[in-house]
């Protein structure tokens, strides 16, 4: 394992029940440090820009609906291995498949509107962290 880099997404449904200090609370639990955040309410043709690899799929229109009916809450979480951490932390795509303990688990309402996102590899997280931060607004330790 190496020390990664991965956007972490705090979806609308869960911001809205008042959930980002649970969701960061278990990626800090877990040893991965939050060096960037803020929160951001998509527009629909960003939501489109932002899952765009899912263009073709059926829940398309209505996962872009979704992720910019809202505020998100946008962070990246650095650490061992945080990209393969932060989605065991999350748990399987449907909260009804997801693992007991996860965030999905506990949190998640359905198979669209399942709290969280994460990077699913290396260049998806690269491309996800420079879809919403500058390099300056990423914390470098200074030591
Ligand atoms: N999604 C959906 N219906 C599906 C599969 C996925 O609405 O049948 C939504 C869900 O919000 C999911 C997102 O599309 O988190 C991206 O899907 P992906 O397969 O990349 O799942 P993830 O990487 O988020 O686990
Ligand atoms: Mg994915």
């Given at each position: 394992m190496s020390l990664e880099r991965t956007l972490s997404i705090v979806k609308p449904d869960a911001v809205g029940r008042g959930l980002i200090g649970e969701v960061?609370?278990?990626?800090?639990?877990?040893?991965?440090?939050?060096?960037?955040?803020?929160?951001?309410h998509l527009t629909p043709?960003?939501?489109r820009a932002f899952y765009a690899v899912h263009k073709q799929r059926p829940f398309f229109a209505s996962l872009c609906d979704y992720m910019s009916s809202g505020?998100?809450?946008?962070?990246?979480?650095?650490?061992?291995?945080?990209?393969?951490?932060?989605?065991?932390?999350?748990?399987?795509t449907d909260p009804?498949?997801?693992?007991?303990?996860?965030?999905?688990?506990?949190?998640?309402?359905?198979?669209?509107?399942?709290?969280?996102?994460?990077?699913?590899?290396?260049?998806?997280?690269?491309?996800?962290?420079?879809f919403f931060f500058r390099p300056d607004e990423i914390f470098r330790p200074s030591h």
């Open positions: 960061l609370k278990r990626f800090e639990s877990a040893g991965l440090k939050i060096v960037a955040a803020k929160l951001v043709e960003r939501a505020p998100i809450f946008v962070s990246v979480l650095e650490g061992e291995g945080s990209i393969a951490r932060n989605r065991e932390i999350m748990g399987a009804a498949k997801a693992a007991p303990g996860t965030i999905r688990k506990d949190w998640g309402k359905d198979v669209e509107q399942n709290a969280v996102h994460g990077s699913d590899g290396p260049d998806t997280a690269a491309t996800e962290i420079a």
